[in-house]
Nanobody, 123 residues
């Protein structure tokens, strides 16, 4: 397993931007899949975006496609989520996750999770 620490959440107005960071430590392998999930109050945790650690494959949920960008910095062992054109419905706790499965959209594919960072978008 790896250890994940998220940062960068906060309060922003609709239409604004935030960048989340996920610092990765511990064992890291080039074949890891890194992902962001989010969970709003009273809702299930849902997939947002994922990237193979090699950067060769990237996946997005339809709800964020064109607004969010996931990227990784191998030298810094950090994964980012750039969020633009934020909407109130993006409000949630955002979690970073890591796993060895290639089933990127399934939360059961991930065995390491961060503690989460709150993102609140006001209208």
């Amino acid at each position: 397993q790896v250890q994940l620490v998220e940062s960068g959440g906060g309060l922003v107005q609709a239409g604004g931007s935030l960048r989340l960071s996920c610092a990765v430590s511990g064992r890291t392998f080039s074949r890891y899949t890194m992902a962001w999930f989010r969970q709003a109050p009273g809702k299930e945790r849902e997939f947002v975006a994922a990237i193979w650690w090699s950067g060769s494959n990237i996946y997005y949920a339809d709800s964020v496609k064109g607004r969010f960008t996931i990227s990784g910095d191998n030298a810094e062992n950090t994964v980012y989520l750039q969020m633009n054109s934020l909407k109130p419905e993006d409000t949630a706790v955002y979690y970073c996750a890591a796993g060895l499965s290639r089933l990127a959209r399934d939360k059961r594919s991930y065995d390491s999770w961060g503690q989460g960072t709150q993102v609140t978008v006001s209208s």
